[in-house]
């Protein structure tokens, strides 16, 4: 993988997955191919945006209700919510109780239902009071989180069965380099777990690494059996998911 071949990807990455300013690339089919490789590094990123704010909370004073606020909001803003686009839609797919061929159909629905609604209200109460809980001091262990997260969604894009041949994530896997993203992503992973472990500690962080996954195991389980595979909106709702998961663990473990 060339010098042009790695810029171009690492541009595709963070245009396609974040709202981060990039420079302007022809989306070359080499270049989607390896772009996955670098969808962990929008994650460290926000988890360095998210430790530097929790930074500074701390020296400034702010409340925990105001840090919990504006700490839920950032990932979101940084993404342009396109993780909690897909998890959306697949609380109306799920909530429907229909068979996967009409779920698929329901994600595709870019009207939202009211399953969406009530899963966004409740899941941003819960990581407002997961972060309410942490404080300012989990960073920048939990930085680690938003790394680990996109290393295990990226993994699923190239190895879990599809759900259909069209969409976002059934393009990406075509065009990957199959090989070549789960070795970095595995790699990106094992990073990510290290750091969780040796700066929150063995026994949270490791319980925090423990989630993620079990989240894996219990997402693609469920894509399989309700979807038949995978899409672009269940990796999203997975994303979105582990995320929680780890920061309520976290929480928990102290």
Do not use: N
Not at 143 to 172: C, H, I, M, N, Q
Request: contains cysteine; aromatic residues 12%; glycine residues 14%.
């Amino acid at each position: 993988m060339g010098a042009k071949v790695v810029y171009e990807s690492l541009v595709i990455a963070f245009a396609m997955y974040s709202r981060i300013p990039v420079p302007q690339v022809k989306w070359t089919d080499r270049g989607m191919g390896y772009a996955l490789c670098f969808f962990p590094l929008v994650g460290v990123v926000i988890g360095g945006v998210m430790a530097g704010f929790s930074w500074l909370a701390h020296k400034t004073g702010m409340g925990s209700l105001a840090y919990a606020c504006i700490g839920t909001a950032i990932p979101v803003l940084l993404t342009g919510g396109i993780h909690m686009d897909g998890f959306l839609d697949v609380e109306d797919a799920r909530g429907s109780c229909q068979t996967a061929e009409r779920k698929l159909e329901i994600m595709k629905d870019p009207h939202t239902g009211a399953f969406a609604i009530i899963g966004g209200f409740v899941y941003l109460l819960l990581y407002l009071a997961a972060l309410s809980e942490l404080g300012a001091e989990a960073f920048p262990a939990a930085a680690g989180v938003y790394v680990l997260e996109r290393a295990l969604s990226g993994w699923s894009v190239v190895s879990f069965p599809k759900a259909k041949k069209d969409g976002l994530a059934s393009t990406f896997a075509r065009q990957a380099q199959k090989r070549a993203v789960q070795a970095a992503m595995v790699a990106w992973g094992i990073g990510a777990a290290v750091f969780l472990v040796r700066t929150g500690g063995k026994t949270a962080g490791g319980l925090a690494v423990a989630a993620a996954l079990l989240a894996m195991a219990w997402y693609y389980r469920m894509a399989v059996r309700e979807f038949g595979g995978m899409t672009g909106d269940l990796a999203g709702y997975f994303l979105q998911v582990c995320e929680l998961g780890m920061l309520g663990v976290l929480a928990a473990a102290g």
